[in-house]
């Protein structure tokens, strides 16, 4: 009786771990609260930013406040399960459409005021969405790219009806990145590039490397655990889509870019999605850049490979 009691205990205590993770991960308790760094915490061992950590924060700081002065025009969609997602368009070019997606617990603002400035100086018109769960759209839960992937085909197909015959470029960052990778084998009408900046592969590779380094755990049993509860609440797999898989079936060129000390998602993944990648491609592996902060380590590469990409130049 009591060896089973223990039993009984051990299995609640590990679903609840498991629930924990999966909360953690999936939830976002903080949405809307602006980010002030920890000077104690920040580029510590500690900080999966690191080493740049500090000079983002600093880059970016200015450019936020530039980036609540621009004429944004607030656009929503619904999703295929039925949220209301909000996108913010400034318009330019009809013909020329990048539709930014930002990264995991992240904003619109945070990953895309610095970057926006090439598309300024291109005279582009540049979407920038909220992901569900985050800013003004809904969802109890995060997309972590799965369900992001399908609510980007919901804008690809906004801009379409808004637009006559748009390019459209997908450009994302970290979680971002992921999404529009993962939109890479979907035949979305008019994309003709994407931009991935240190996006991960899939949910099961960047949990695996989380739960090591963030929770210091074995994956197994709790980051299983973990995606029974995904299944079960956010209706989300953690192996249904594979960057590596998805740049074999696709015919859109893509740009990867990756800081080369990203502690947060492993610069591998980049290297090996562009190796396994079949159309016109680029890679960019940034030296002493850490998670994100490629645009700030290298602006002038950054730039030129969009360019390139937008004026149908990659190989």
Known sequence: MIFKIILFLLIAALFYVGYMIFASVFIYSDKGKAYEPDPEFIDSDKDMMRPTAKRYYDFRRP???AFKQLPLEELSVTS?????????????NPKEVVICVHGYKSSMEEDFSDRIEIYQKRGSTVLLVNDRGHGKSEGKYLGFSEHDKRDVAKWVDKMNEMFDAPEIYLHGVSMGGATVIHCADMKLENVKGIVDDCGFTSILKISQYLISDLFHMPYFPCGYIAWMWALLLAKTSFNASDGEKCVQHTDVPIVFIHGAEDHYVPCEM???MYEKCVSPKELHIIEGCGHAAAYMMASEAYTEAINRLLDHRIA
């Open 63 to 65: 450019r936020m406040e």
């Open 80 to 92: 295929f399960d039925g949220l209301k997602l909000y996108g913010y368009l400034l318009r330019g």
């Open 270 to 272: 980049s290297k090996k």
